[in-house]
């Protein structure tokens, strides 16, 4: 069975298309990747499926129920970690956990043995006393996963679990992501920039962008759809560049892309590619400054679909995460 | 939804009040101060000026009505920080009613309003404010309640509606300031001027000083039957409105 599928999905603001129809379906337990850049939808897609805004057009079930006209339903069996800190600042760590557990409807004893597993996952029982105004933004983020998955959901929505966490906490973050979904079954949905979170954790992955889902598939399979290597050359004008792309495109590699004066080109092999790239270089007359050669990642996978970089707008992640939380101040 | 179910959300969000009550204890109880100020030297000058015998007694039910609204309003309010902050997703992701929710916030607020109140009252008795009885004092806790539940929901549904920090100085210059002074709590509703006592009239806080007016100094204008039946009916469709409101949002 599904846990998740959408039909057609749309939201649009003021004409806008966050989200452009969108079909998705996630299986039972499977633990779900969507990847892109700033302002692809993927939060709108999330709040969606969550409930927490009607769909323009489309439709989607979670569990079997229908989103709009069963959200009540939805919402018992979901969790879900926000992008954005909803924590009462007012209040301590513990109390807010408490108060989840209780609108969750666990048992005291329940809700203090959660309290305590969770607390114990996010290093935070140290800190678990003080007001939440006092916490670092970090410190904020691991205390929204703690609570997200205080009542073990079936389906649990993370948007962008990860962000601003040192290196440490992420790893401690994964395993336990994978725990839940390997031991208690949870289907896991999680939004990322994070390439190697996505490679790492995601049995399959949508590549979003613009509100579409331009790539869906296994990140394996999105890597060897495009060769397993990549050659990086680097000519000496963008328009070197263009025109070099135009000539590998029609020469039939298996992928190519560019950007300024670099040109990346997918290959199944490259130490059997590289003299074909001289060859088709030597042709066209460009002139090669340097070549790299390096096996694939998800983020050629990325520039390949989306023509740029996942990472082109993102400064760095804490300022990033700075600026996320402070808009919601 | 089962009634124990409903009931422990309407209490969880009692409960996360009180805890943020807990925290603000001195800021609450510091904004006494004014009204009372206004009770003692507003009250002792118009009485004295005029020659209007018991002029504290006669506002001094009109000064709690106004800290109880402005209480309430403002609690009612604060759902619109709670948007703010991002906790409202907190609880409106929760599978709980959201009408209970509404509910749990209102009973929360108003509790609050009431100890406001009944701090109050208390204060302006030792201040040499002379009440009737005792047994009129412990039944003005009552009427404390549904004009807070009343204007907690009304704020409530306001928050649902507005957006920014400019809305919610509208609301309180706009709607507090008007309610609190066309409502007969610094003055006899009898000898007004048609424009006047119809505005009065209209008010609902008008009611609900009348009500304390009735239990604390044992004389109103309008019958207490009519203040009750205005004020429960006020608190009955503010409250339907805003748990309505409250239960369609989007954040
Ligand atoms: N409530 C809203 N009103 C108007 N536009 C909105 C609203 N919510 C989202 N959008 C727009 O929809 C687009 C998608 O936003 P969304 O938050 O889903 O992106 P995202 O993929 O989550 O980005 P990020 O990686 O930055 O979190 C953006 O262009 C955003 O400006
Ligand atoms: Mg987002």
Same mark, same amino acid.
């Given at each position: ?19 452009? =129809? ?11 990747? /969507? ?61 807010? /956990?408490?108060?989840?557990? #209780? ?7 329940? #809700? ?34 703690? #609570? ?33 979904? #390997? *031991?208690?079954? $949870? ?43 990549? $050659? ?6 963008? *328009? ?9 495109? =029609? ?36 002139? $090669? ?13 990325? $520039? ?26 | ?40 030297? @507003?009250?002792?000058?118009? +009485? ?12 001094? %039910? ?32 929760? %599978? ?21 109140? !009944? ?6 008795? !030792?201040?040499? !404010?002379?009440?009737?009885?005792? @047994?009129?004092?412990? @039944? ?37 300031? %008007? &309610? ?24 609902? &806080?008008?009611? +609900? ?13 309008? %019958? ?5 039946? !205005? ?21």
């Amino acid at each position: 069975m599904n846990a998740i599928v959408t039909n057609q999905i749309t939201k649009s603001f003021n004409g806008f298309i966050a989200v452009n =129809e969108i079909d998705i379906s996630v299986k039972e337990g499977e633990l779900f990747g /969507l990847l892109g850049p700033n302002g692809a939808g993927k939060t709108t897609l999330i709040n969606l499926l969550s409930t927490m805004i009607r769909p323009t057009s489309g439709t989607g079930t979670v569990n079997g129920f229908d989103i709009v006209h069963d959200s009540a339903s939805v919402r018992a069996v979901i969790g879900v970690v926000f992008q954005g800190s909803t924590l009462d600042e007012q209040l301590t760590g513990l109390e807010n /956990l408490d108060l989840h557990g #209780r609108l969750y409807g666990l048992s005291a004893g329940l #809700r203090k043995k959660r309290i305590d597993e969770v607390l114990d996952l996010v290093e935070l029982s140290h800190k678990s006393g003080l007001l939440v105004k006092t916490y670092s933004g970090g410190m904020i983020r691991r205390l929204e996963i703690a #609570r997200g998955l205080m009542h073990h959901p079936k389906v649990l929505f993370l948007d962008e679990p990860t962000l601003g966490l040192d290196p440490q906490t992420r790893l401690h973050i994964w395993d336990y992501i994978r725990r839940l979904n #390997r *031991e208690e079954g $949870i289907t896991i949905v999680l939004t990322t920039h994070y390439m190697e979170e996505a490679d790492n954790l995601c049995d399959r992955i949508a590549i979003v962008d613009n509100g579409r889902v331009v790539a869906l598939d296994k990140p394996e399979k999105l890597k060897s759809a495009l060769g397993s290597d990549v $050659i990086i050359l680097t000519l000496d004008t963008p *328009e070197d560049a263009k025109k070099f792309y135009r000539v590998c495109k =029609e020469t039939g590699y298996v992928s190519a892309s560019t950007k300024d004066q670099t040109v990346y080109i997918s290959v199944k092999k490259s130490e059997e590619a590289v003299p074909e790239v001289f060859k088709t270089a030597f042709t066209s007359g460009t002139n $090669i400054q340097s070549i790299t050669m390096r096996k694939s990642t998800l983020d050629d996978i990325f $520039i390949h679909y989306t023509g740029r970089g996942i990472r082109d707008e993102l400064v760095d992640d804490i300022t990033y995460m700075k600026y996320k939380l402070q808009t919601k101040r | 939804m089962g009634a124990m179910l409903s009931f422990q959300t309407v209490y969880t969000m009692w409960l996360r009040e009180m805890l943020r009550f807990k925290r603000a204890k001195s800021r609450i109880v510091g904004s006494l101060a004014t009204p009372l100020f206004f009770l003692i030297i @507003l009250g002792t000058a118009m +009485g004295s000026s005029y020659n209007i015998e018991n002029y504290k007694e006669f506002m001094a %039910p009109g000064i709690i009505a106004m800290v109880l609204l402005f209480s309430s309003i403002f609690g009612g309010v604060s759902v619109m920080w709670d948007r703010e902050f991002g906790f409202l997703k907190e609880i409106l992701i929760a %599978p709980v009613n959201r009408f209970c929710i509404a509910l749990g916030k209102a009973f929360g607020g108003v509790t609050t309003a009431m100890i406001q109140g !009944v701090l109050l009252m208390i204060i302006t008795n !030792v201040f040499g !404010v002379h009440y009737k009885s005792l @047994l009129g004092m412990l @039944l003005s806790i009552p009427i404390m309640f549904i004009i807070g539940i009343g204007f907690i929901s009304l704020g409530i549904a306001l928050a649902t509606k507005i957006e920014s920090h400019e809305g919610f100085q509208m609301v309180m210059s706009f709607l507090t300031m %008007p &309610l609190v002074l066309l409502s007969g709590a610094f003055f006899p509703l009898s000898k007004l001027p048609d424009w006047l006592r119809i505005a009065v009239h209209l008010n609902p &806080l008008t009611y +609900g000083v009348e009500a304390l007016r009735f239990t604390l100094i044992g004389e109103s204008e309008i %019958p207490i039957v009519v203040c009750l039946v !205005v004020l429960t009916s006020f608190a009955i469709t503010t409250t339907a409105i805003g748990g309505w409101l409250f239960g369609r949002m989007e954040v």
